[in-house]
């Protein structure tokens, strides 16, 4: 098997070199990286690696360790999350509590846990994902582990949001970077793998913006693409409509901020998406557009914002993105994100 992770080469030669060299072997390492690129399935090839059974390429995949790895039925690599185990005899379990931390009292059993000697792997590797999910005093608990964790243990900390983490975690860790993942890797990939229709598989590749995890979740359901035409259908009603409008979707996503972030970062980033293709095709790069289908709506707001009309879109998304990370209110940021839009007929010049 060994690590078969499409497109992000360059991180796995760092991991596979020390797997072959334990000398290079760091005991924290941060996988930093887009969503959906492969840095949680590389953080289990990495312990499946360091543990593997097989004496050629390892991880081999089919030992006993590898495999109890894959279903993560191996006492000593454990992925750490929002909402998960503690011991807390007063605590319910927090994954059935709504936690959207990674709290304190699991950072607490943690390090319990990696006091022990591994029961029997060579390296006991714990997965902290998304550690920028880590409240502020988990993560102050936590720097002791990062900074001399025992011999025999490997912390791996994945994040989508780097900036999000605190430099005092950062520091103490190994970074690893993985990147979006080529359109045309992703294309070939869900025909040879995943037997996708041709025409699915191309359309998918073009708005994945290098998600290949999204392009295969979006193959397995349909449900993903008709979200993401829902956020630009309201894309169209807001640019279309008045300051109420605006105000209203603004105090809907930011309600369902607290709740429900992953599925508010995800307009955003359709959000980016469009307005990243209205850019191009206003700066006369059609053929490099994502939304294919929707090539007429991409030249009229093309013709009607310019390109200044589009940067300013995309820095006022941006802007709303960042400042969700840093907790602002989620209501004002998503409110300054649309009341910063273009509006119609009000072409900025380009
Ligand atoms: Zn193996
Ligand atoms: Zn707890």
């Known amino acids: 098997m060994t690590w078969d992770i499409i497109g992000q080469e360059r991180a796995i030669a760092v991991l596979r070199r020390a797997v072959e060299?334990?000398?290079?072997?760091?005991?924290?390492?941060?996988?930093?990286?887009?969503?959906?690129?492969?840095?949680?399935?590389?953080?289990?090839?990495?312990?499946?690696?360091?543990?593997?059974?097989?004496?050629?390429?390892?991880?081999?995949?089919?030992?006993?360790?590898?495999?109890?790895?894959?279903?993560?039925?191996?006492?000593?690599?454990?992925?750490?999350?929002?909402?998960?185990?503690?011991?807390?005899?007063?605590?319910?379990?927090?994954?059935?509590?709504?936690?959207?931390?990674?709290?304190?009292?699991?950072?607490?059993?943690?390090?319990?846990?990696?006091?022990?000697?591994?029961?029997?792997?060579?390296?006991?590797?714990?997965?902290?994902?998304?550690?920028?999910?880590?409240?502020?005093?988990?993560?102050?608990?936590?720097?002791?582990?990062?900074?001399?964790?025992?011999?025999?243990?490997?912390?791996?900390?994945?994040?989508?949001?780097?900036?999000a983490l605190r430099e005092t975690v950062r520091s103490r860790c190994r970074r690893v970077g993985f990147s979006g993942v080529p359109r045309a890797q992703i294309e070939a990939a869900l025909q040879e793998r995943w037997q996708a229709e041709p025409e699915l598989a191309s359309r998918l590749?073009?708005?994945?913006?290098?998600?290949?995890?999204?392009?295969?979740?979006?193959?397995?359901?349909?449900?993903?693409?008709?979200?993401?035409?829902?956020?630009?259908?309201?894309?169209?009603?807001?640019?279309?409509?008045?300051?109420e409008e605006r105000f209203g979707y603004a105090a809907s996503l930011g309600a369902r901020y607290p709740r429900d972030p992953a599925t508010v970062r995800s307009s955003l980033a359709v959000w980016e998406a469009w307005w990243g293709d209205v850019l191009l095709v206003a700066a006369g790069q059609e053929s490099l557009a994502a939304e294919t289908e929707r090539l007429d709506t991409l030249r009229s707001h093309a013709a009607q914002y310019g390109v200044a009309g589009a940067v300013t879109a995309l820095n006022a998304v941006a802007d709303a993105r960042r400042h969700l990370e840093e907790h602002a209110s989620p209501t004002l940021a998503l409110e300054v994100m649309l009341l910063e839009l273009p509006r119609a007929g009000a072409r900025a010049g380009s």
């Open 205 to 243: 590749a073009r708005l994945a913006q290098g998600r290949l995890g999204w392009a295969v979740a979006a193959l397995e359901d349909e449900r993903l693409l008709i979200d993401r035409d829902e956020v630009i259908d309201e894309i169209e009603t807001l640019l279309a409509g008045g300051d």
């Open 21 to 163: 060299d334990e000398s290079r072997l760091s005991h924290a390492y941060l996988f930093a990286g887009p969503e959906h690129v492969g840095k949680a399935t590389a953080a289990r090839r990495f312990a499946q690696a360091l543990n593997c059974e097989a004496d050629g390429d390892r991880p081999c995949g089919e030992c006993r360790t590898c495999r109890l790895i894959a279903e993560d039925k191996y006492a000593d690599v454990e992925f750490v999350g929002v909402g998960g185990i503690c011991e807390e005899t007063e605590h319910r379990d927090h994954s059935a509590d709504g936690s959207r931390d990674i709290r304190i009292c699991q950072i607490r059993r943690l390090q319990k846990v990696v006091s022990r000697a591994p029961f029997e792997a060579r390296y006991r590797v714990i997965i902290i994902d998304p550690a920028d999910a880590l409240t502020q005093d988990a993560a102050n608990a936590f720097l002791k582990t990062l900074e001399e964790p025992p011999p025999s243990v490997v912390l791996v900390l994945i994040t989508a949001r780097e900036a």
